[in-house]
T-cell receptor, first 111, second 112 residues
Framework: DAKTTQPNSMESNEEEPVHLPCNHS???????IHWYRQLPSQGPEYVIH???SNVNNRMASLAIAEDRKSSTLILHRATLRDAAVYYC????????????FGAGTTVTVRA | DSGVTQTPKHLITATGQRVTLRCSPR?????VYWYQQSLDQGLQFLIQ???????AKGNILERFSAQQFPDLHSELNLSSLELGDSALYFC???????????FGQGTRLTVV
């Protein structure tokens, strides 16, 4: 499985942007980049995904490097509700799009 | 509400027993995934099904088994339960393998 590397933790102030990096240097051309988050005591929640181009949705933006070896999840204005563990995951057709979670990045939002 | 339903929400059982956890995926979703999350631990991928067929296997113990039925619901069977099997068990579904996955609220299993 292609691996991802994320920082263990990040802190942000409320209403400020949060940029969460993810390195995936062994990504292959057909691997999708997915982001999920898990709030305390809840099941994981889909955030966003992309293949090559940058993506925006109501929750976040995903910026993908031109060589696709890294990506950044952008939360435009962090709220207290955004405090969660964020997971960057590669989903590959070669392994039937297995959805395998690593340690993720724990995001703390200060009021 | 993700549209994925897991039952029961809570389950308390004794060591050595067998339990069945049930997952109803979102309407139209063909892929189902099962995960185990022990206290303060990460999400461990157990197994994945697509339209009734097993597609990927993770760290699933031999005491555990799963299946996906023709109506696409899935069941995770845990047998010869041990104290260490106490965990949250999550089910997720997606339309196909590469699309976004939606998670249920989990079944909290306590083995005493």
């Amino acid at each position: 499985d292609a691996k991802t590397t994320q920082p263990n933790s990040m802190e942000s102030n409320e209403e400020e942007p949060v940029h969460l990096p993810c390195n995936h240097s062994t990504i292959s051309g057909t691997d999708y980049i997915h982001w999920y988050r898990q709030l305390p005591s809840q099941g994981p929640e889909y955030v966003i995904h992309g293949l090559t181009s940058n993506v925006n949705n109501r929750m976040a933006s995903l910026a993908i490097a031109e060589d696709r070896k890294s990506s950044t999840l952008i939360l435009h204005r962090a709220t207290l509700r955004d405090a969660a563990v964020y997971y960057c995951i590669l989903r590959a057709r070669s392994n039937d799009y297995k959805l395998s979670f690593g340690a993720g990045t724990t995001v703390t939002v200060r009021a | 509400d993700s549209g994925v339903t897991q039952t029961p929400k809570h389950l308390i059982t004794a060591t050595g027993q067998r339990v069945t956890l049930r997952c109803s995926p979102r309407s139209g979703d063909l892929s189902v995934y099962w995960y185990q999350q022990s206290l303060d631990q990460g999400l461990q991928f157990l197994i994945q099904y697509y339209n009734g067929e097993e597609r990927a296997k993770g760290n699933i113990l031999e005491r555990f088994s799963a299946q996906q039925f023709p109506d696409l619901h899935s069941e995770l069977n845990l047998s010869s339960l041990e104290l260490g099997d106490s965990a949250l068990y999550f089910c997720a579904s997606s339309e196909t393998g590469g699309t976004e996955a939606f998670f249920g609220q989990g079944t909290r299993l306590t083995v005493v």
